[in-house]
Every structure is written in C-alpha cells, then in structure tokens.
C-alpha cells in the first residue's frame, strides 16, 4: 500500500497509507488531513483539494487533464508548475514515497 506524506504549511508531517485505487482527497479527509476539503466529492469542480507536488513527484505521475487544468486557474492559493488537484490522484504503487504538500488555504 503506497505511503503518501501530507506536509501542511507550518511542517508538521502526516503519514498516510493509501490503499491503491483511492484519491489522494479521499485519503486525505478519511485521514483528518485538515487543509483537504474536497467540497465537491471528488467530482473535479470545487478545487478544494488543491496541493503541490515537487518537479520529480510530477515526472512520475499521469499528466494534468484539460479538465483539472482549467479548474486549477480557480485554485484559493496560488497555481504553481507543481500544482494538482488530489481528487484526480489515483493512488498506485508510483505513489508510495510521494510528500505532497498543503496549500495555506482552500477558500
Ligand atoms: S474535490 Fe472538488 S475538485 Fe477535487
């Protein structure tokens, strides 16, 4: 089961394991990840979810849709090139060892 590390803004870590075929959103909210919203369910249109991956992290997971591209230009905290939206993380073994860190808001 991949290992994912939630990084919120002030450092504190939080190790989750997430089994495979689970959004990183769900993960997070089922794992009291607070900075995790997911005010949509996971249906790709509130961009409560919002977090960062490192240049490396990106390499190795899929692409950004048009669809998660056009709602990260409404994101509460600024876009940056590492920006995803957790709810269109599927977790898989490519996961295990990703820190993804939290955004200082969501609204
Ligand atoms: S949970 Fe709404 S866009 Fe991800």
Do not use: W
């Not at 769900?26 to 249109?45: F, K, P, S, T, Y």
């Not at 591209?69 to 996961?95: H, I, K, N, Y």
Request: aromatic share 4%.
């Amino acid at each position: 089961m991949p290992r994912i590390t939630f990084v919120t803004t002030d450092g504190t870590r939080k190790n989750v394991d997430v089994p495979e075929g689970e959004t990183l959103m769900r993960a997070a909210i089922d794992n009291q990840v607070d900075a995790i919203l997911g005010e949509c369910g996971g249906a790709c249109c509130c961009a409560t979810c919002h977090v960062y991956l490192d240049a490396g992290s990106m390499a190795r997971l899929p692409p950004v849709s048009d669809m998660e591209s056009q709602l990260l230009a409404f994101t509460a905290a600024e876009r940056r090139p590492g920006s995803r939206l957790a709810c269109q993380l599927v977790a898989d073994r490519q996961f295990d060892g990703l820190v993804v860190d939290l955004p200082p808001t969501q609204l």
